[in-house]
């Protein structure tokens, strides 16, 4: 990887922006605490604030995830209880999509996004607790996972009615996208020879369903559906998440595709002038939807910090691609959710999801930095 002496204070100032800035919002307007609960989203300055019209288990759970990470035990503490009171079915199984401002169940579906998101959370939170209760929490909701939500094809369904017994929603590639990053996870505390034939099984059912021979790039929908698109910040995200685990990605066909797909990916859905990842391309490599989230640019930031498989010379510094970031997408306010490739502003609220992008997102630039000095 190409550094500089740069990127490390590069990216010290993106965590100082994170701990000064983006953390305190969600322990201050971004909380509810009556319900001990983080709103779904926030308005920037000079916007109005939508009506809440509910809290959801995925938000519930990233939260966890970052204040955990970040070593605020105490807020971690109740987001833990908070999203176990609320949130777990305790009748069927498995966890809500929602609750409604009253506290009660609003969207009762079960999707493996949701359950994934649960699982990787509390993953963190007992490495850094040690709180055993996650552990249960994590054994239950893997044992949904498998026994639910799995497929007699050997992948997953995305989304199940209440009792589990309707599919709502078949297979698609992100839930068993962030599925892998949570038994990532779980793997790092618990040393299972399970987690690693599990992994290796999910690997193969992704290029059976969803790997477009051509661009190596993972689809959104199985291969062959309709409307089919690509996302090339989903392609940067499984690159990370392959490197981030050699010893299991490395000698399957999808780790040799994702090299692929990150060319392809860059080639096409970045802009060269600003470094901006659009949200979508078609499977020719035409954008489909122009449009930059955050979250994207931070999935390219991780896989330039890791990627390999392009010469230097075809990829910026990974700190003036930092540079360009920042200056795009973050304010003193917060940040920006998503802009026009020009830079207006398409979405000026703030989620309580993003932080878990930026929070691993400068997690792994951190590492990169130290390796870079070391």
Known sequence: MNTSPSLAARVAGLQHHFDTIVLPLWTARGWNGALRLPYDSICAP???????????????????YV????????????????LCTHFADTARGGWHYSIGPDGAPRERVKDLYTHAFVIFACAEYFRRSGNRDALDVIEATIHVAQTRFATDAGGYHAALSDDFTTIVEGPLQNPVMHLTEAYLAVREIRRDAWFDDTLTRIAEQMVAT????????????????????????????????????PDVFDDTELRGALRGAFSFAQRHGV????????????????????????????EYARALAVHRAAPSAER??????????????????GWVEVIA??????????????????????????????????
């Open 46 to 64: 000079g916007h109005a604030t939508a009506p809440v019209t509910r809290y959801r288990t995925m938000a519930c759970a990233r939260q966890l």
């Open 67 to 82: 204040f955990s990470a970040s070593g605020d035990a105490t807020h971690a503490d109740v987001l833990f209880q908070s």
């Open 210 to 245: 969803f790997v477009h021979r051509a661009s190596g790039c993972i689809a959104e929908l199985p291969v062959g559906s309709a409307h089919n698109r690509l996302e090339p910040g989903h392609q940067f995200e499984w690159c990370y998440l392959a490197a981030s685990a």
């Open 271 to 298: 802009a060269a002038a600003t470094g901006g990842v659009c949200a979508a391309l078609d499977e020719a490599g035409r954008v489909i939807d122009a449009s930059e989230r955050i979250w994207a640019q931070t």
């Open 316 to 333: 910026p510094a990974l700190a003036d691609q930092l540079a360009l970031y920042a200056e795009r997408f973050l304010r003193d306010y």
């Open 341 to 374: 490739e020009n830079g207006d502003v398409l979405r000026p609220d703030m989620p309580s999801t993003t932080p878990y992008h930026l929070k691993t997102c400068y997690l792994a630039l951190q590492s990169a930095a130290a390796q870079a000095a070391a």
